[in-house]
C-alpha cells in the first residue's frame, strides 16, 4: 500500500538535525535550461542477466541500441548502472552518436567499480551528472542507506564537478522526508499505473498534480526521472493509450524521462514489468515509437489488392477482376485491353492529427512482357481512400475517378528490383482512419500493337519482403 506524500509532508519537511550539508548542492539555471532542451529516455538494454548493473553486452549491440532510440528524436539517456562495458563503453559511443546528454546511474553506491567508471567518464562534454542508487529505500526494504548515499553523492561531485541526484518511487518520500535534503536536484519515480491509474488523460492528470506539488512546495529543481503506462500485461493496457500519454505529457509543463526505451524480458516480477518499452525486445518501435520517429512503413493488404481488366479496348470500363494473384500485371494485353493494378493498405494506425509530409510506394518487379514502356508511356499512380463504395475491389473501380487524385509516377528504372513513386502529400489524402488504396496504370491507355504490354509487379499476396511497401513520414502538431 502507497502513502503519498501530500504538499503538507513536504512543506513542514525539516533538515534533520545532524545531517550532511554536502549531501545537496543546487543545480543551477544554466544546467536545467539545458536539461529542459533535451528528449530523455531512460535505457537498459534488454538483454540484461542479472540485475541493473550487470550486463551482457558488447559495443555493437549497443550503438544498435542507441541508434534506434536516436531515430526516434532522443537526445539524452539515463541509465541505471555503471558497471563493465555500461561505465567504460556507452558514453564514448552515445557521445559519438550524438547524445546531447547522458545522466550515468549508479546502481549500488558502494560499488567502487561503478563509481570509478562514472569519475572517468565525467572529462566528457555528454555527461551532465549522475544518479546514485534507485529505489534502494523502497519502504522498509532498504539496500542502502541515506548516510551511505550522501557520501557517495558528496564523493562523486566533489570528484567530477557534475551534480548528483538519487530516485526513490514518490510515496517513498513520505516514509524518508529528508530525501528532499538528498541530492543536488529531485529526481523520483513517479508511475500513474502504480497509483490505479492506466488510462491516458487521468494518468497525465495524475503525473501534472503530482508534479506541481512537489514545484509549489520544494525549492528544488524537479525531474521525474521514471513515468509511464504498460503497453501490456493487464486489462485496459494498449499501445494506443501508450502513446496518447506520453504525448499529452509532453505538451505540460512537467520535465520527465521517458521510461524506458525497450521492453526488458528479465522483468518477471509481474505481468506488466517486461512491457514499459517504446520499442520491443528486438528493437522494433511500438507506436509511441513510430509516432516519435514520425515514419511509418505499411505493407499492402493482399486481400484488397488485385488487378482489372478493361472490357474492350476503347469501353474505359472494367469487367475482369483478379484479387487473389500474388502478380499484378499492369499495361495492355493482345487485344489492347488495359490492365489496371490496385494496392490497399490499412493506414488508420496513424494519430489523428498527423500531417503528412512524405510519400513514399514501393512495387516489387517480378518481371516484363513486351514493352510496356514504349512511346515514353509512364507508369502512373493514382490515390483514392475508396475507389468505389469500398475497399473490396470491384469492376467500377478501373474507372472511378470521382474523389480520386493523380498522385504522381514511378521512377523509369527500378531500383535493386524495386519500383520507386515519390508522391505528392500536397494533392494526395491518406485516410487516416481506415484504408488508402493506390491504382497503377499507364499514361497512355495502350500502344495499339496488338501484343501484351505489361510490367509483372507483387501484390500483398506475395511474400513478406515482396510485398509492396506505403512509406509515410509525418509531423504531429
Partial sequence: MYIYYSPKTMREAVLPEGFPTNCSLPVDEEWIAKVSDIRWVTYSSPNAV?????????????????????????????????????????PTIAQSLGYQGLIMGIWNPSNQNELNNARNASALPIVMGYGIGNEGLYQNRERYTIPELCSAISDLRSGTGKPVATSEEI??????????????????????????????????????????????????????????LPTSGAPGLSEKN??????????????????????????????VEPHWGIFNAARKPKLLGWNLMGYRLFTSNGVNDGMIRE??????????????????????DP??????GFLSFNTSSLPDDAVITSI????????????????????????????GSSAKLQPADFQAGESCVDAGAFDGKPVNGWYIADLDPAVLLINLNGVTQFRLRYSLDDDNDQRTDYVKLYSGDADNASKPMLVLRYSIP
Fill in 50 to 90: 542479472s540485475s541493473r548493473g550487470s550486463y551482457q553486452l558488447t559495443v555493437e549491440s549497443i550503438q544498435k541500441d542507441l541508434m534506434a532510440l536516436k531515430k526516434a528524436g532522443f537526445s539524452g539517456l539515463v541509465t541505471y548502472g555503471s558497471a563493465g562495458i555500461m561505465g567504460r563503453a556507452l
Fill in 335 to 340: 487485344s489492347n485491353r488495359q490492365v489496371r
Fill in 311 to 332: 472490357c474492350s479496348e476503347t469501353s474505359g470500363t472494367g469487367c475482369e477482376v483478379d484479387a487473389s494473384s500474388e502478380i499484378l500485371t499492369v499495361g495492355d
Fill in 242 to 271: 501508450h502513446d496518447l500519454y506520453y504525448r499529452k505529457l509532453a505538451k505540460t509543463n512537467v520535465r520527465f524521462v521517458y521510461f524506458e526505451g525497450f521492453d526488458q524480458p528479465s522483468k518477471a516480477n509481474s505481468s
Fill in 360 to 387: 513514399r510506394l514501393k512495387v516489387r518487379v517480378e518481371g516484363f512482357a513486351g514493352n510496356p514502356f514504349d512511346k515514353r508511356r509512364q507508369l502512373k499512380v493514382d490515390a483514392c481512400p475508396y475507389f
Fill in 171 to 228: 510515496d517513498d518520500y513520505a516514509f524518508h522526508p529528508e530525501l528532499l535534503f538528498v541530492g543536488d536536484w529531485l529526481f523520483p519515480n513517479a508511475h500513474p499505473y502504480w497509483h490505479s491509474t492506466k488510462y491516458p488523460m487521468d494518468a497525465v492528470e495524475w503525473q501534472t498534480t503530482r508534479y506541481n506539488d512537489m514545484v509549489e512546495n520544494t525549492d528544488r529543481s524537479i525531474f521525474f526521472k521514471e513515468v509511464g
